[in-house]
């Protein structure tokens, strides 16, 4: 009976051992089947591709926006001052600028004006190009441009860091037990309250100097001495009126000479009376 019973057992056994799964005796399949059926279905392409930072949907970084001022040197000449003055007064107005100072200046070897000109930084090459275009002789221009990015992401970050600075304050302050403790509070946020303050009036000045570009413009007229410099000698009259002009401007530079050399009349007027005084006595004696 036991050798049936062994003869019976020994098959089952070497069955179990080679299928390699545990059996299910619930419902008869294997248990590794059962887990595959309820485990979580494989990423698909798309959140593969999320994971390894493939993703084509992901937007990019936002690039920082340049902080560029630009500033301009110029100078015009004119034939007639005020139409040419005229002339950039209507020029400001049309490209939404203004005059930041103005000055006029009327010496002997010529006149003019002496303007700085606000414009916004969009219209500033339309509105060189429109002064070069108009009715002076351009003599010199010079424009330059500064990168301020660097310097004002500074600010804004040293600025947003002494806000925090203030909130902690603020906090520190509501659990301050002593007189004392409070002054010392306070006196901390009143400092870094002025300090803010610094920093977003330096930043509005960065801002306004980014906004509106700056131009010093000089109008001046022709001068009457550089009329026949190209070999264009003129009439009788025109010369004439030259000869006259540097004429007086050659007086007044003579008077100008003798009365700048005053010490010497003093001197020389000194000497002559010694020398008057000493011939009358020798002629006495």
């Known amino acids: 009976m036991k050798k049936i019973i062994f003869c019976f057992i020994i098959p089952f056994l070497v069955?179990?051992?080679?299928?390699g799964s545990p059996v299910n005796y619930e419902g008869g399949a294997p248990a590794l089947e059962s887990a595959k059926s309820t485990a979580p279905p494989p990423p698909q392409s798309d959140e593969v591709q999320s994971i390894t930072g493939t993703d084509q949907s992901i937007q990019p970084v936002d690039k920082v926006t340049r902080k560029i001022i630009r500033?301009?040197?110029?100078?015009?000449?004119?034939?007639?001052l005020e139409k040419g003055k005229a002339s950039i007064?209507?020029?400001t107005k049309k490209f939404k600028g203004y005059y930041n100072n103005e000055s006029y200046s009327n010496a002997d070897y010529g006149k003019g004006y002496s303007v700085i000109i606000r414009v916004p930084a969009d219209n500033f090459d339309a509105f060189i190009a429109a002064i070069e275009s108009g009715m002076g002789e351009v003599v010199y221009k010079n424009i330059s441009s500064r990168d301020v990015t660097e310097q004002f992401i500074d600010l804004e970050t040293r600025m947003a860091n002494k806000k925090n600075y203030l909130s902690r304050y603020s906090e520190l302050l509501k659990q301050a037990r002593t007189v004392k403790d409070m002054l010392e509070i306070e006196e901390k946020?009143?400092?870094i309250e002025e300090e803010i303050e610094s920093t977003e009036g330096r930043l509005k000045y960065l801002q306004n100097q980014v906004d509106y570009s700056t131009l010093s413009l000089q109008i001046s007229k022709k001068n009457d001495y550089n009329l026949y410099s190209n070999g264009n000698q003129g009439s009788f009259f025109d010369r004439l009126k030259i000869s006259l002009v540097k004429g007086w401007f050659g007086l007044v530079s003579f008077v100008l000479f003798v009365i700048r050399i005053w010490p010497f009349w003093i001197i020389a007027g000194s000497l002559f009376w010694l020398i008057r005084k000493f011939l009358k006595r020798k002629k006495k004696n």
């Open 15 to 19: 069955l179990s051992c080679r299928s």
């Open 71 to 80: 500033d301009g040197n110029m100078e015009i000449r004119v034939n007639d």
């Open 189 to 191: 946020t009143r400092v």
């Open 89 to 91: 007064d209507t020029l």
